[in-house]
């Protein structure tokens, strides 16, 4: 088959034919349909952490069963159309039964992320407890969507996210792209998001930002308290990069809350004495549930959630490495999909 190969720390990915996955009997073997770039990759791509060469990356993806293993969980037949939870677990622990926390099953081994070859390619194995159908009415390009949806859905539900909330969401990248949707869609009054770019800070109107700032020409605290009429509630760090933790530290009201979602790769430090005078709630939010899954694919189907205006445009093999190593420097792109059969 062929994949998108990482050969080395700041190497463009390599267009390769490598041998086809061969899932073990509790998987499903799965074509991808799409597979969307994230900025995680990218990140890994350039540092090497994780990765070593011949490594497939890829964590959101979707695609159709092409083989059923013998002792597969649940009723899968091959042509089914799937969404991708990117964990191969146990399926028996107290993680896996609690709705399908799959990054602390102790078994759990992440697909795309060194260990196992992910969405990058034409085939990949999946775990057939971890994937969730998608109906006729979501498109491919919006199951690959369904992973970093369900990030931001996590993010929101971990938050104490009142009706009529102001909600500030610092960077609108696709995950603060998805704060921005599920924020509104769970009733908050104000959601303003912060972000340089201005194409981003469009997008973040299409999906449901009742405000924008740009942090490079205004003052965030006095453009939010225009806004939304006083300071945030909650505040969703979704950058991660350091000193947005202080930022947030200052910028959310007392007995406020901020949810750290954003992947910071370096040491930051912050101010303890200023969160503790605030007496400020930090919580930190990581990936999902598999429950998150089906609830993000459910919104999709009934039509209650939209997220194709994150999507800037699909790409083959033939375009991929391009379009990933475009991806690194700021412009216009939000999220890019590989189409295999493009």
């Not at 540092?47 to 597969?72: C, D, K, N, R, T």
């Not at 964990?87 to 993680?95: H, P």
């Given at each position: 088959m062929r994949a998108a190969v990482f050969t080395g720390a700041g190497k463009p990915l390599a267009i390769e034919r490598i041998p086809d996955p061969v899932p073990e009997p509790d998987e499903l073997l799965v074509r991808v349909t799409a597979s969307g770039i994230c900025g995680t990759d990218l990140h890994l791509s350039d540092s090497g952490a994780m990765?070593?060469?011949?490594?497939?990356?890829?964590?959101?993806?979707?695609g159709e069963i092409v083989a059923v293993g013998a002792q597969a969980r649940g009723d899968w037949r091959p042509g089914e159309r799937?969404?991708?939870?990117?964990?191969?677990v146990c399926g028996r622990c107290v993680a896996c039964l609690d709705g399908g926390d799959v990054m602390y099953c102790p078994s759990a081994r992440a697909l795309g992320f060194g260990e196992i070859p992910g969405g990058y390619a034409e085939y990949a194995r999946a775990g057939s407890g971890e994937v969730v159908r998608l109906p006729e009415s979501v498109s491919d390009r919006l199951g690959a969507m369904v992973e970093p949806l369900c990030v931001a859905l996590h993010a929101v539900e971990n938050a104490d996210l009142r009706g009529g909330a102001r909600v500030l969401v610092i960077g609108a990248g696709p995950i603060g792209l998805g704060v921005t949707l599920w924020a509104r869609f769970h009733g908050a009054g104000h959601v303003v998001v912060s972000e340089r770019a201005a194409g981003r800070r469009e997008l973040a109107a299409a999906l449901g930002a009742t405000g924008a700032i740009d942090p490079g020409a205004q003052d965030v605290a006095s453009a939010f308290e225009r806004e939304a009429g006083?300071?945030?509630?909650?505040?969703?760090?979704?950058?991660?990069?350091p000193g947005?933790?202080?930022h947030a530290i200052d910028l959310v009201r007392p007995r406020g809350e901020i949810v750290v979602v954003g992947v910071c790769?370096?040491?930051?430090?912050?101010?303890?004495q200023m969160a503790l005078a605030k007496a400020v709630t930090l919580r930190f939010s990581m990936a999902y549930r598999v429950r998150h899954f089906a609830q993000a694919v459910g919104m999709l189907g009934a039509g209650r959630v939209d997220p194709s205006a994150m999507i800037s445009r699909t790409v083959d093999f033939d375009?991929?490495?391009?379009?990933?190593?475009?991806?690194?420097?700021?412009?216009s792109d939000c999220k890019v999909i590989l189409g295999p059969a493009a």
């Amino acid at each position: 088959m062929r994949a998108a190969v990482f050969t080395g720390a700041g190497k463009p990915l390599a267009i390769e034919r490598i041998p086809d996955p061969v899932p073990e009997p509790d998987e499903l073997l799965v074509r991808v349909t799409a597979s969307g770039i994230c900025g995680t990759d990218l990140h890994l791509s350039d540092s090497g952490a994780m990765l070593s060469p011949g490594s497939v990356m890829g964590h959101e993806f979707a695609g159709e069963i092409v083989a059923v293993g013998a002792q597969a969980r649940g009723d899968w037949r091959p042509g089914e159309r799937v969404a991708v939870v990117p964990n191969l677990v146990c399926g028996r622990c107290v993680a896996c039964l609690d709705g399908g926390d799959v990054m602390y099953c102790p078994s759990a081994r992440a697909l795309g992320f060194g260990e196992i070859p992910g969405g990058y390619a034409e085939y990949a194995r999946a775990g057939s407890g971890e994937v969730v159908r998608l109906p006729e009415s979501v498109s491919d390009r919006l199951g690959a969507m369904v992973e970093p949806l369900c990030v931001a859905l996590h993010a929101v539900e971990n938050a104490d996210l009142r009706g009529g909330a102001r909600v500030l969401v610092i960077g609108a990248g696709p995950i603060g792209l998805g704060v921005t949707l599920w924020a509104r869609f769970h009733g908050a009054g104000h959601v303003v998001v912060s972000e340089r770019a201005a194409g981003r800070r469009e997008l973040a109107a299409a999906l449901g930002a009742t405000g924008a700032i740009d942090p490079g020409a205004q003052d965030v605290a006095s453009a939010f308290e225009r806004e939304a009429g006083g300071p945030p509630d909650v505040v969703f760090e979704c950058v991660g990069v350091p000193g947005l933790i202080q930022h947030a530290i200052d910028l959310v009201r007392p007995r406020g809350e901020i949810v750290v979602v954003g992947v910071c790769m370096e040491e930051d430090r912050w101010s303890p004495q200023m969160a503790l005078a605030k007496a400020v709630t930090l919580r930190f939010s990581m990936a999902y549930r598999v429950r998150h899954f089906a609830q993000a694919v459910g919104m999709l189907g009934a039509g209650r959630v939209d997220p194709s205006a994150m999507i800037s445009r699909t790409v083959d093999f033939d375009g991929f490495s391009a379009a990933f190593e475009a991806l690194k420097q700021p412009g216009s792109d939000c999220k890019v999909i590989l189409g295999p059969a493009a």
